[in-house]
């Protein structure tokens, strides 16, 4: 079964600083998605970015992008321009390739402060 | 667009009770999801359905949750009876259809105490 590490259950960044939130995976698949959700205070997750494991080209959205590293099997999301509605619990989620028939699997998530 | 509702957003209940809980996802997604996400961890799918058809149900523990989603639309996910390690918030979201990377969008959740 693939499973999903966080080893930072929190983070801190000063507001208009880059921080780094580290997830690693465990995997015998080739072919996967990876994602970062944002889950706000008011609980609703939303996604923030994802990551084809058949890509090379790391993933970016705005300043959020991704260093993913499949043979390390590394996934790390940097914020960059850290902004008071960054704050937030992150979570890195892992979902095989398929019929669609696999569940996305989290990971216990990072808590980033931000601070004014 | 309106996102995924969910209703109660809270509830309290004792040991031994039941409990039910609404989702009604964006319209037009096939595929509707019933998380579990305890306090300090990630969430967890409890079962994962296809219309009205159930896709994955591995991990719902059936001898006391139970879930429906009837015409494809509309689910709710009923627990009885509630234990005290059933608190948590139970995360509903939906897709529009089943793939791998198809975006699910996410409810606010109901948070479960049991007391």
């Known amino acids: 079964a693939q499973t999903v590490t966080q080893s930072q259950p929190e983070m801190s960044v000063q507001e208009a600083e880059t921080v780094t939130l580290s997830c690693t995976y465990d995997t015998s698949e080739s072919d996967y998605y990876l994602f970062w959700y944002k889950q706000p205070p008011s609980r609703q997750m939303i996604l923030v970015i994802r990551q084809e494991a058949y890509k090379q080209q790391n993933a970016t959205e705005n300043r959020f992008s991704v260093n993913f590293q499949k043979a390390a099997k590394s996934f790390s999301l940097k914020i960059s321009d850290s902004q008071l509605g960054d704050a937030a619990m992150y979570f890195c989620a892992y979902r095989s390739e398929g019929s669609g028939n696999t569940p996305l699997v989290f990971g216990k998530g990072t808590r980033l402060s931000v601070i004014a | 667009e309106a996102g995924v509702a969910q209703s109660p957003r809270y509830k309290i209940i004792e040991k031994r009770q039941s409990v039910a809980f609404w989702c009604n996802p964006i319209s037009g997604h096939a595929t509707l999801y019933w998380y579990q996400q305890i306090l300090g961890q990630g969430p967890k799918l409890l079962i994962q359905?296809?219309?009205?058809?159930?896709?994955?149900d591995s991990q719902l523990p059936k001898d006391r949750f139970s879930a429906e989603r009837l015409k494809g639309v509309d689910s709710t996910l009923k627990i009885q009876p509630a234990k005290l390690e059933d608190s948590a918030v139970y995360l509903c979201?939906?897709?529009?259809?089943?793939?791998?990377?198809?975006?699910?969008?996410f409810g606010p959740g109901t948070r479960l105490t049991v007391l």
């Open positions: 979201a939906s897709s529009l259809v089943l793939t791998g990377t198809d975006t699910q969008y």
């Open positions: 359905f296809q219309n009205n058809g159930v896709v994955d």
